[in-house]
């Protein structure tokens, strides 16, 4: 049996440092249970101490996800450290993530401390995380920029204080697969103690080797590595964590480990954190994109279906990514023939969303020949979950526009308390003349800072999808959905933005959808 290589998700802390993201609680918790269907080893669900939310969402998921390590992150200070142990300290097996900055460039402008400073803020903040608990992990960061004799250094002074995972991060992305290898085959040789240890690798995307990075380590003795759903985080982001399972798993040959990963979830869990990040997978994005199992050249085509093992070395299934499955789905199907192919998704419906969904699949089916496992996706994705927290709900629009008159959009939406609100207004476009009347219907103080348009299909009878997201409050939040016709796709996309803020803010009124 190979040696087990352990997964660490970093979606909830880092993948939302990604510039435009901010989860809510409820999307942090929806997050962390699809992580737990995944069977990750470890979810690093925040940074409690950078905000009471944050906090809090730390201590719902330590609460509530069992199975998985939950860990939060924390600076090299007694007040993170404290907040992190009061949000972890719920979990089945929590750990505390302390970090520090090691590199010349961070000590010196950033934490305007000198060497000696930091081994002894390390060894005063790793031992004070072990006073919590036994399962510590210490990052040096900017690692890949430090001075190795002073990493090493660095990293005895953490074991002697009880950390039991040494995580090595390329925090800037500027390693290069070769040499992030040696610096961590270097730290296996030289530092004292680490055999008592794992060793972890964090490794960012500016150059776009994250991945090729973290597997460098792998081969050189790392046995944990975090990563992110679809990669997302700072700047260009993290190791996509899809595209390290998948690695090991398709290359065992090669890597000698294994994750205990239910692949599976894959797919399902990268089209979550789209759907609730706002952030779009790219179509030819490994492992998770729109056409990773698609095959266009008819050579490869032909190929495929002789055998599809000649060019694929992924077999989708084996992602939960969807295929064309043998139910067509048309107009003409019924509940049977839906629920079947629903269920060969793994898609988990109650009775309630169940029916949303197959209303919303007779709609579609009514505008094309036959709706395929992408359509589904999308209806999935907006019957489902957070959509169903609905307080506002969208019940007719009309919009007139062309090259000679003014847009004008008549919109009519059902409050909360069931009593239909109606009003018109003209706009820059149609899409504006929309959510003017939304706004002055719902009164709700925000600003657009992102529209998006997609086709989910292909063909002039594709469903659109919409994406936006709002910023409020000082909070982020996106709005997601899709129909044949984009205005009403574009309307309903922002009254879900709304609707999440409402929730956000206030406790939720009846579900009216
Ligand atoms: O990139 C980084 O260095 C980090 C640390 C906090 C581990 O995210
Ligand atoms: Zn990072």
New binding site residues.
């Given amino acids: 049996m190979t040696e087990k290589l352990y997964i660490f998700d970093?979606t909830l802390?880092?993948g939302e440092?990604s510039a435009g993201i901010g989860f809510t609680i409820e999307d942090k918790v929806e997050i962390a249970r699809a992580l737990q269907r995944m069977n990750v080893d470890i979810i690093e669900a925040g940074f409690p101490v950078s905000s009471p939310g944050d906090l809090e969402a730390v201590s719902r998921i330590a609460r509530e996800i069992k199975g998985p390590i939950i860990a939060g992150?924390a600076r090299a200070a007694a007040g993170d450290i404290d907040a992190c142990w009061e949000a972890v300290r719920h979990a089945e097996t929590p750990r505390i993530?302390v970090?520090i900055s090691t590199s010349d460039v961070h000590m010196a402008n950033q934490l305007r401390k000198n060497k000696e400073d930091v081994i002894e803020m390390v060894r005063a903040a790793v031992s004070r995380a072990a006073s919590y608990t036994s399962d510590v992990e210490f990052?040096p960061?900017?690692?890949s920029r430090s001075d190795r004799d002073f990493i090493f250094q660095v990293l005895e002074a953490a074991i002697e204080e009880g950390a039991t995972t040494l995580?090595i991060?390329?925090?800037v992305g500027y390693a290069i697969p070769a040499e992030f290898g040696q610096l961590v085959a270097d730290i296996m040789n030289r530092v004292k103690g680490i055999e008592k240890t794992r060793i972890s690798v964090?490794c960012?995307n500016d150059l776009g080797m994250a991945t090729a990075n973290s597997l460098a380590g792998v081969l050189n003795g790392a046995r944990q590595v975090?990563g992110a759903i679809n990669g997302i985080g700072?700047r260009a982001g993290?190791t996509a964590i899809e595209e390290i399972i998948m690695a090991v798993r398709t290359r065992p040959d090669f890597l000698g480990v294994h994750t205990d990963v239910n692949t599976k979830e894959i797919y399902a869990t990268s089209r979550l954190v789209e759907r609730v990040s706002g952030m779009a997978v790219q179509s030819n994005k490994a492992i998770v994109g729109k056409n990773a199992f698609r095959h266009s050249s008819g050579i490869h085509q032909d190929g495929v279906l002789k055998m599809r093992e000649t060019y694929e070395i992924i077999n989708p299934a084996d992602v939960g990514a969807p295929t064309t499955g043998g139910i067509v789905l048309t107009k003409v199907s019924g509940r049977h023939g839906l629920r079947a192919r629903l269920d060969e998704l793994g898609a988990q419906l109650t009775d309630e969303e169940f029916e949303r969904v197959f209303e919303s699949f007779k709609e579609v089916a009514d505008h094309r020949d036959e709706v395929d496992d992408r359509d589904l996706e999308a209806i999935l994705a907006e019957q489902t979950s957070v959509q169903a927290a609905e307080q506002w709900v969208l019940d007719l629009v009309q919009v007139s526009a062309g090259d000679r008159t003014s847009p004008t959009a008549t919109v009519r939406i059902i409050g909360p308390d069931g009593v239909a609100h109606e009003d018109a207004a003209i706009g820059s476009g149609p899409v504006d003349a929309i959510y003017q009347v939304i706004n002055r219907v719902m009164g709700v103080q925000n600003e657009l800072t992102e529209f998006s348009v997609k086709s989910v299909t292909e063909g002039i009878d594709a469903q659109g999808e919409v994406t936006i997201r709002i910023e409020a409050e000082g909070g982020s939040y996106t709005g997601r959905a899709a129909d044949t016709d984009i205005l009403v796709a574009s309307a309903r996309a922002y009254l879900h933005a709304l609707n999440r803020y409402l929730n956000a803010v206030q406790p939720r009124v009846t579900t009216t959808a």
């Fill in positions: 970093t802390r880092d440092q992150l993530h970090f990052s960061m900017d690692a995580n991060p390329d925090t964090h960012h975090e700072e993290n």
